[in-house]
């Protein structure tokens, strides 16, 4: 059984570029949690999405940022016009039911903005 | 808003020696919980406390809810190698059953 897996593990973009990180959550695993860790800080919350649901964007910036979880396929986690600020590590996590002790995470996107 | 203040930053310790660090807040939590992060991973749940006052153990981690409901340490006993990592307490956010409050993490280093 795969577990979550985040792609690509490494992206570089210029800035005013558009970033799309994707996160297949693991087998029967239908909730989707993504974070942002910037270095030396613990994640920050951002999103939670059910299939063809967003849950919970409090954590989202209300602008260039935007996340999905279809039907078929991964969840999107999307930046427009991305800035230096952006840079960091996302993570997604995905559980087969709400809570977070049931939530397994993915190694990670480490965008870098230049 | 909520911040969880996480100490120590890091540790240099020797192999074989006994670790501590905690988390205090401001705030009140219901659950706190215990991470590790490896190098280039994603974190992975050590324990979950749920009661205040609960001490739970995980092989050589044992791990403790404080009496206030704003405070939990981990202890790492007798530690190897392979503990070197980054260390993140979370505390769940009251009335949500997903959202946390996160550490700044702390950084384990073992001298050999």
């Known amino acids: 059984n795969a577990g979550v897996m985040q792609n690509p593990r490494h992206l570089v973009r210029r800035r005013g570029q558009e970033a799309r990180l994707r996160c297949s959550p693991m087998k029967g695993h239908s909730h989707v949690y993504w974070y942002r860790q910037l270095p030396e800080e613990g994640l920050k919350f951002m999103v939670y999405l059910q299939k063809e649901n967003i849950i919970d964007e409090s954590g989202m910036p209300k602008e260039r940022f935007s996340a999905e979880f279809p039907k078929e396929g991964p969840s999107i986690l999307r930046i427009q016009q991305v800035v230096r600020g952006d840079s960091a590590a996302y993570f997604c996590a995905s559980s087969p039911m709400t809570g977070y002790t049931e939530a397994f995470f993915g190694q990670g996107t480490r965008l870098t903005v230049v | 808003g909520q911040q969880l203040n996480q100490s120590p930053q890091s540790m240099f310790i020797q192999e074989g020696e006994d670790v501590s660090m905690n988390c205090t807040s401001s705030?009140?939590?219901?659950?706190w919980l215990w991470y590790k992060q490896d190098p280039g991973e994603g974190p992975v749940l050590l324990i979950a406390l749920y009661k205040a006052g609960e001490l739970t153990s995980n092989g050589r981690l044992t791990a403790q809810f404080g009496i206030t409901r704003k405070d939990s340490f981990l202890n790492i006993s007798a530690s190897i190698p392979s503990d070197v990592g980054i260390y993140f307490c979370?505390?769940?956010?009251?009335?949500?059953?997903?959202?946390?409050?996160w550490g700044a993490g702390t950084k384990l280093i073992i001298k050999p």
């Open positions: 705030s009140i939590f219901n659950t």
């Open positions: 979370a505390g769940q956010v009251p009335g949500s059953n997903y959202q946390l409050i």
